[in-house]
């Protein structure tokens, strides 16, 4: 079993910047691929960024160029720095963790608004 928990989450202005953290614990020997998705009201779960194990990224189109997915693996995290965010960057963010099976997070709530 794996547990993610996503923070830093909040209210930000347009252009304004965001580090998402996710922390995970459990069997994480087995997991080869962490991801960022994000869910806007109304709308389906849509791929923000992933990295595999070897350091591999994949980006969104509509993220490239402003966001950036990293990870620590000696403190079993994974970041997302959000920079020169936009109103239609709102939306519910989740941490997804791809092994055997997916694992989710609870999300965390970014609103992006003047």
């Known amino acids: 079993q794996v547990q993610l928990v996503e923070s830093g989450g909040g209210l930000v202005q347009p252009g304004g910047s965001l580090r998402l953290s996710c922390a995970a614990s459990?069997?994480?020997?087995?997991?080869?691929?962490m991801g960022w998705y994000r869910q806007a009201p109304g709308k389906q779960r849509e791929l923000v960024a992933t990295i595999t194990s070897d350091g591999s990224t994949n980006y969104a189109d509509s993220v490239k160029g402003r966001f950036i997915i990293s990870r620590n693996d000696a403190k079993n995290m994974v970041y997302l720095q959000m920079n020169s965010l936009k109103s239609e960057d709102t939306a519910v963010y989740y941490c997804?963790?791809?092994?055997?099976?997916?694992?989710w997070g609870q999300g965390t709530q970014v609103t992006v608004s003047s």
């Open positions: 997804k963790a791809e092994g055997v099976r997916l694992y």
């Open positions: 459990g069997s994480m020997f087995r997991i080869y691929a």
